[in-house]
């Protein structure tokens, strides 16, 4: 996703990134996401007048490398109706 469409999700990147092409595999479609993503990344940004590679430089951010992966469980308990419940736990492994 292009930096700056953390508010409006994913809409940019299906309006301006999918519509329109071809793709003859995933890795086709990873070269021509990083491309498309040089590209917007490097315009200034409607909202914050930045250019937002820019800012990433100055967000001091650190790589991911050596951090160990950890494991989230999320458990939700739900009643369907009276005196019927179950419990659901949906384990998810977080990797970098």
């Known amino acids: 996703m292009a930096l700056g469409c953390?508010?409006?999700?994913?809409?940019?990147?299906?309006?301006?990134?999918?519509?329109?092409?071809n793709f003859s595999s995933f890795s086709d479609i990873n070269s021509q996401a990083l491309k498309w993503l040089g590209r917007v990344n490097s315009e200034v940004h409607g909202t914050?007048?930045?250019?937002?590679?820019?800012?990433?430089?100055?967000?001091?951010?650190?790589?991911?490398?050596?951090?160990?992966?950890?494991?989230?469980?999320?458990?939700?308990?739900?009643?369907?109706s009276r005196g019927y419940s179950f419990e659901s736990v949906t384990p998810i492994n977080i990797t970098h």
């Open 48 to 80: 914050t007048h930045e250019i937002l590679l820019e800012r990433l430089k100055l967000e001091g951010l650190k790589p991911l490398n050596g951090v160990t992966e950890y494991l989230i469980i999320r458990e939700e308990k739900r009643t369907i």
């Open 6 to 21: 953390s508010g409006a999700g994913t809409t940019p990147v299906r309006r301006d990134f999918f519509i329109g092409r």
